[in-house]
């Protein structure tokens, strides 16, 4: 079996292509069941962020679930679904055919793509966990993506023992680097990046107005920011009145309606936009009202939102004075090298340790129930020559057929020895899962006796 990460993040893809696959996250949640379906994966969690999406798979092939994840993906891009017959590769594809545009975002995806397999999928998940891998690097955020990724795959029945471990460890591991380092507080958030970033345009907070449209996590995240910042005023819009309201009434900010958005954006010089709708939320004709109304006084519009809230300035139809759009991309770019780089190398010299031992527990059970069956094998073979020696030594006493088990026993045990220990140790190398089953054909050991030894008993029901 293989263990496997297929995805693509801000680190790989523009904002683009990620803006696309966040419009069509429904799709891309069905992933998981299309690979599954596929029978090249026999466990999927799919990690669905703003800045990330990643496949994660079991597999007892690494080839041929690399191939049926990455047409997924493809899929999840926006291409028509392609049934067993619409693989480019088996026969020419004809104008207007679907192979065509399957093959077209199938090769858009794969420049932007990342695999990682085994340990490296391993370090991967651990290293994600701990916030190292995010925009933000250090946000705490990603532990609860990665917990909903983890519940969602196990109501759907397709977490099994692997991912299950390998999740619950890698929340464990995240946790603990919060906790016992200081990288939390040492990084910088998007928000705290996007107001430092809006003072250069617009210069300190304290007396302007400030905005916030959405209600969730990370608009109450970003009113907090701004209140604390020393914002002038502050208001929130909200498309759910009830939740403006609340986030309104804990950060002091005043509630509008959203049919008063541009009427908001226009009276506001920092407006924070991060829903999560489809489509632009303030559009470019927004844009210009606002700026008309405004008479082109200095305004900053950052956008936290994937897909974007904010239409891009490209789209347009005509040049705006005095108005300046943040949007993830260059926050990105302004948040690297903002952590320090010896609180960083002990994270992840901890992820480092932790990836080690984790690798060995999973060792030690691929192996365990090979090693387990062949000691029951040996110990049956015990019993049978024993229960043997009684039939031709009926007489014998029990001290001295007490002491044959032991030196049968002894003897057994050491020369089983050393080939359970040396199994154990060359599973740790690449290739590993060769000696286990060489060990299995050696001592002609059945799939069923270590199924046997590897399924815990059903508990007998009450009569």
Known sequence: MSLLVIGLSHHTAPLTVLENLAQRAERAREIATDVIGSATATEVVVLSTCNRLEVYAEAPAFHPAVAAIGEALAVAAGSTAPGPALDPRVAPATPGDPRDELAATAAGLA???????????????????????????GEAQILGQM??????????????????SLFQQALRVGK???SETEIDQHSVS???????????????????????????????????????????????????????????????????????????????????SCTGAVGHVVTALDVLESSRRRGGRAQVLVDLALPRD???????????????????????????????????????????????????????????????????????LVATEMARLDQRLPDLDDATRSEVGLAVHRIVEKLL???????????????????????????????????????????????
């Open 111 to 137: 420049e932007h793509l990342y695999v990682r397999f085994d340990d490296s999928a391993v370090a991967h998940a651990f290293t994600v966990a701990c916030g190292l891998d995010s925009m933000a690097v």
């Open 147 to 164: 917990r909903e990724a983890l519940a969602s795959a196990q109501a759907a029945g397709q977490a099994g023992e692997s991912l299950n």
């Open 176 to 178: 603990r680097a919060h």
């Open 190 to 272: 998007l928000v705290q990046m996007a107001l430092e970033e809006a003072a250069r345009t617009l210069g300190p907070l304290s007396g302007l107005r400030v905005a916030v449209v959405g209600a969730g996590g990370m608009s109450g995240l970003s009113a907090a920011t701004a209140r604390r910042a020393g914002a002038g005023s502050l208001t929130v819009v909200g498309r759910t009145p009830e939740r403006a309201q609340r986030l309104a009434a804990t950060t002091g900010a005043t509630a509008r309606p959203w049919a008063e958005l541009v009427d908001v954006v226009a009276e506001s010089d920092l407006v924070i």
């Open 310 to 380: 904010v239409a891009p300035a490209d789209t347009w139809p005509a040049p705006v004075d005095g108005v300046t759009v943040i949007d993830l991309q260059q926050l990105g770019r302004l948040l690297d090298g903002r952590t320090d780089g010896a609180l960083l190398r002990r994270v992840r010299d901890m992820v480092t340790g932790e990836v080690a031992a984790h690798l060995t527990r999973r060792v030690e059970k691929s192996v365990g129930p090979t090693v387990a069956a062949l000691r029951a094998r040996a110990a049956a």
């Open 417 to 463: 020895h050393t080939p359970t220990v040396r199994v154990k140790e060359f599973a740790m190398e690449e290739g590993g899962a060769d000696y286990a089953a060489a060990l299995r054909e050696l001592f002609d050991l059945e799939p069923k006796d270590i199924a046997n030894v590897s399924t815990p008993p059903k508990r007998g029901g009450r009569a």
